[in-house]
């Protein structure tokens, strides 16, 4: 495809450019110069490089300039520490109809394949961060090199509800085999967007050789030179097309629906994909990514998808509602009151990504002993993974510490607390550590669902106090909901998002309002599948009827993983708050009080039933629903109980609801979180007259 740099402006006119240079530079050993294009957006590298029209024409050119020079090899490197990430979104979100698809898609492969077809050798220095399309730029070479500190290394665009659509598909199962591209294309994609390792692209094949980054382009130019020379031979695996190539389709089907149900076309496609790259045929291949691109660029799964990736890589980053950072305190020590899983796991935290003491308090010396050898043995793990030194495994143990006397917390700056869950206990513990803290010393809850305005309303100063509300695995689940109460002062509420940045959270300012935003909703939704089965409803069928929407896991699975007994406290809470909308089930009151933790069991060849004791124990109604009637109800109730969410205050908009399930219940890109979905089935409108989100917001413009 020709294309000239105007026509590519008049495309996307406000792309951030990358522009590709070259140069000739003498290599030893070679007669000839090596033609060497640099790929740089001019910004530095907290703006990675990414492709949109401009940048593709502006490569394209690079290479033909490289190769009229007729050079010993062609070489494209980056910017410092970023190669490139991909292709710029912001151009497939502004694509308003499929002929702007094909051109992008076709553009990309056009050039990418120029590196590809050339009888030059050509050779990828990957020289820091490479995701999506800058990873099927260096695959598109003969050969690639790899900096030891490279920091990101993915193909993302399944975790989008995209597919590698330049090249991915075809390129990574013909190089590294079937089964590794698997691994690659769909599960770690899949599994949370998991980033693989320099040591790990090496491993699969997708790196030929891996060099240090301090002298990383002179060793890759070395590298280069007697490759060219005939001295380097450099082996390529022999790729099984045949049972090998049947076992990873299947694999890779199995991931698909095991994390998308069938919901995510992009991953459906990619599916296609992998099984069309079996023939090996580049033409053919590139033309059905083409294709496929273009029938996902105009799709409301894509743009909400895109939708997703902006709320989490640039709203995330400026939390709506959060005071001026400089009102931010220093926090030069941690105190955790509690020594449980929840407050061993919070300290391991705070000591890894602050560096600061942190001393945790319980009730007897046996728990806080187990809370501090709870930290110290997973640091232990850490470094026997080798992902710390020695010496710093040591320098963080050296930090926790345990006290039975809340004294220990004199000359703490921020303490936490996680106990148990009831608001008098909260309330006496408050007062306790007040009587030892410093008037400016904030003072923290991870109450998941208890009104924190309540809890300070008996201290000296409850403008210091804050909701500070973490996920579980806390080290895993990268939401933080900080919940500001009636009291709360801007320099608490700026110093709990700052602590939040330092601990690498993705923090939502959220009023004080019971379950706040992400247990608010997962109750009410989970409320409505109880109610259902208590109606009548088999389980079997309940459990299934979200299945269409693709969610992380679903509702009953979701019940075993909070523990019964905790979903049964949040579903009373907020019983006593909006009786109304959230009931108690009387069946899962008894369900807590038999002990029952799941309704599911497993039998050894993985057959999932009904525990007979949880059947025998359930009272069924008689007016069971059909699966698409559990769904409807369940989504319906989201739309009701977000609006009135939004219409309290309780976030500043929608995409701050959305960014809270994608975070912190795993909700599907593709959804959008939740918002886009109810808009474009109609329920945001069936149930509250109108839509979340302006038309063209996470979808297809009209």
Known sequence: MTITAEEAKAIFPDEVVTVAKTRLISVPGLDKPVAFITIDNGLDHTRPSTFGPQSLVSLGAAFDEAYAAGPAAIAVTGKPFIFAVGADLTAVEQATDRSQGVTIGKLGHDVFKKFTDSDIPTFAFVNGAVMGGGLELALSCHYRTLASNAAAIALPEVFLGLFPGWGGTQLLPNLIGANDAVTVIFENALNQNKMLKPKDALGLGIADVLFDSADYLEQSLLWLSGVVRGEISVPRKEIDRGDAWDAAVARAKGIVHGKTKGAAPGAQKALE??????????????????????????????????????????????????????????????????????????????????????????????????????????????????????????????????????????????????????????????????????????????????????????????????????????????????????????????????????????????????????????????????????????????????????????????????????????????????????????????FVAAGKGAVWQWDSTGKQTVDPEVQALWEFGSSPLTGDEVKSRALEALAEEIRIMLDEGVVAEAQDIDLCMLLGAGWPFWLGGITPYLDRTGISEKVTGKRFLAPGVASVPA
């Open 273 to 590: 994909l992998l099984e069309l790259a079996r023939e090996n045929d580049l033409e053919k291949g590139y033309a059905a990514e083409t294709e496929g691109l273009a029938d996902l660029v105009m799709s409301d799964e894509l743009r909400a998808g895109l939708y997703s990736f902006n709320l989490v890589q640039k709203r995330a980053k400026r939390p709506a509602g959060a005071p001026d950072k400089s009102l931010a305190r220093k926090v030069t020590k941690v105190g955790v009151v509690g020594a449980g899983l929840m407050a061993s796991q919070m300290a391991l935290l705070f000591i890894r990504r602050l560096h600061v003491p942190v001393v945790l308090t319980d009730i007897d010396q046996a728990r806080v002993d187990k809370g501090v050898g709870y930290v110290h043995s997973e640091i232990d793990k850490l470094a026997g993974k080798k992902r710390i030194s020695p010496d710093e495994a040591n320098r963080l143990k050296a930090l926790v510490s345990g006290s039975l006397d809340k004294s220990a917390f004199s000359d703490a700056d921020f303490v936490i607390e996680a106990v148990f869950e009831d608001l008098a206990v909260k309330q006496q513990v408050f007062a306790e550590v007040e009587e030892h803290v410093s008037p400016e010393a904030i003072l923290a809850t991870n109450t998941s669902s208890l009104s924190i305005t309540d809890m300070a309303s008996k201290l000296k100063h409850p403008e210091r106090v804050v909701g500070f509300h973490f996920f579980n695995p806390v080290a895993v689940m990268p939401l933080l909901e900080i919940v500001r109460a009636e009291q709360t002062d801007d320099a608490t509420l700026a110093t709990a998002f700052s602590i939040g940045k330092q601990l690498k959270k993705s923090s939502v300012l959220v009023k004080d309002a019971p379950a706040f935003v992400v247990n608010r909703l997962l109750t009410r939704f989970m409320g409505e599948v109880i109610k259902s089965v208590d109606e009548g409803t088999s389980f079997e069928v309940a459990d299934k009827a979200t299945e269409p929407l693709g969610l992380p896991m679903s509702p009953m699975i979701l019940l075993q993983l909070v523990g019964s007994a905790v979903a049964l406290h949040v579903s009373e809470t907020m019983h006593g708050a909006f009786p109304d909308r959230f009931s108690v089930s009387e069946n899962m009151k008894k």
